[in-house]
Structure formats: C-alpha cells, structure tokens
C-alpha cells in the first residue's frame, strides 16, 4: 500500500489544563513535544508517502518550533483543522486528495506510543481487502453507566466490547467519500473516523492495539508519558 497519513492536531487540548507551552500535544516528553515523537513514528514507516498535519490556525508559531525537531525525507504539509475533530480529519483529507496514495491513517497527535509493528498489522488487513480498520484493545476494566448525579445504574457487559485506537486506516476515496457525505448531511460531531464508515455502512475490521497507544487526555498524562520516556532512556 502506498499511505497517506493525516494527523490530527488541531484541538486545544482542554481537559489537560491551560499551559504556556500550548495544547497537550505541543508540550514535551523525553525532551521533545508529543507531536514530534508521533511524526517520527510515522517518518520511518516504509509504507509512509505524504504527511497532512492538521493544526489550529493559532498554533503555526508551536508548530514551527516544534518542527525544528524533524528532519523529514517524507513530504510534510500542514492545513488548518476545523472546530471539531471530525471538521479536522476532512481538511486533511482534502488536501491528500490528489496525492498518489492507495490508503489514508488518520492519527492523533497526542497518540505518540505506537510502533511500527502496529503498522505493518493494519498495512496487511487493509492489503487483503479491507476497506476500513481500527485498531483495537478488549476493554478490561469493569464498566459502569451511572446518571447524572453520578450514582451508579447499571453495571455493562464488556464481553465483546473494545476500546478505539488510532491510527484509523482506509481505502482513502471510500473514507474521502464518508466524510463528504458525513459533512453534506450537517454531520460534524463523530468523534472518530470508524464511526463514520459504520454511519456509511463501510464495515469496520479490528486488528490488536497496542496497551501503550494511549490517548494522552489530562494533564497527569503527560507526566506520566515523560516519566516512560525517562526510565526507558536510563
Ligand atoms: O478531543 P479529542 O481527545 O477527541 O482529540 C483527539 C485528537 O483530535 C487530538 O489530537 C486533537 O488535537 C484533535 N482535534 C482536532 N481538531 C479538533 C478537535 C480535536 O484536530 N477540533
């Protein structure tokens, strides 16, 4: 597959707290911001041919300092992002429109912890056919949906319930073609890109995640992610 990658890096990042370095994929773990670990990852996978980053208008200044990290032989393009991440993911997708690509990963910046096994796994569903794949993990905490208040309703199954991971992976003008359609039905609030071929009737193949390949959401997150990258540096 030849695969475009659109990285997603446009939020403000809210839930991690105001900082001044910036939204949470801006600030740095073993020395080097969040999004900067995410493109290497990306940059020395074979299958990588064009990389769109998606940031907030705001952030050109973070980004460029940022970027002073990279040293890229992949073309790396960034486009503005849209109020959400849904509006984010499709300006990316735009721009990859006339790129020689086969299949598009769509990423969040703040996933930095995935390997290029990972990759190759998603590279080899979507090489025998599939039109869209998800990384995937079996949820192993027990779950509960409880009301407003926060007094617990009902304990849920977790028997065949998994949790989302990215990079969501697709044939890219089956998922170019969801997303236009997504947005033409004043659609903007899916929160992942799965969601929108399962929405298209697109059928959706889970390969095995990663435990490492977490969201960094709050602002714990980011410590901890340092601290990985410190003890693994010793
Ligand atoms: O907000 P959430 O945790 O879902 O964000 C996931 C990813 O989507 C983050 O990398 C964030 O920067 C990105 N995003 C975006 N544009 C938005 C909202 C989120 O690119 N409007």
Do not use: C
Request: hydrophobic share 45%; proline share 4%.
């Amino acid at each position: 597959i030849s695969a475009g990658i659109v990285i997603v890096a446009a939020g403000r990042g809210e839930r991690a707290g105001s900082s001044k370095e910036g939204p949470k994929q801006y600030r740095l773990i073993g020395g080097k911001p969040v999004i900067v670990h995410t493109l290497e990852n990306f940059m020395t996978w074979e299958a990588t041919t064009e990389i769109v980053v998606v940031i907030h208008p705001d952030d050109e200044a973070l980004f460029a300092k940022a970027f002073r990290h990279i040293i890229s032989a992949t073309p790396i393009t960034t486009v503005h992002g849209g109020p959400t991440r849904q509006q984010s993911v499709l300006a990316g997708l735009r721009y990859l429109k006339d790129k020689q690509i086969s299949h598009v990963l769509i990423h969040d910046a703040v996933r930095p912890f995935f390997d290029n096994a990972l990759l190759d796994r998603i590279a080899a569903t979507l090489g025998d056919g599939a039109q869209a794949v998800l990384p995937a993990i079996p949820v192993t905490d027990t779950l509960k949906r409880v009301d407003s208040a926060g007094t617990v309703l009902t304990t849920v199954s977790r028997e065949h319930v998994y949790a989302a991971q990215t990079p969501q992976s697709f044939a890219f003008g089956t998922i170019l073609d969801a997303h236009e359609r997504a947005a033409a039905s004043r659609r903007s609030d899916f929160t992942d890109d799965a969601s929108i071929a399962e929405w298209a009737g697109i059928p959706v193949t889970i390969v095995e995640g990663t435990a490492d390949n977490v969201k960094l959401t709050v602002k714990s997150d980011i410590a901890m992610a340092d601290d990985k990258l410190s003890i693994s540096s010793l």
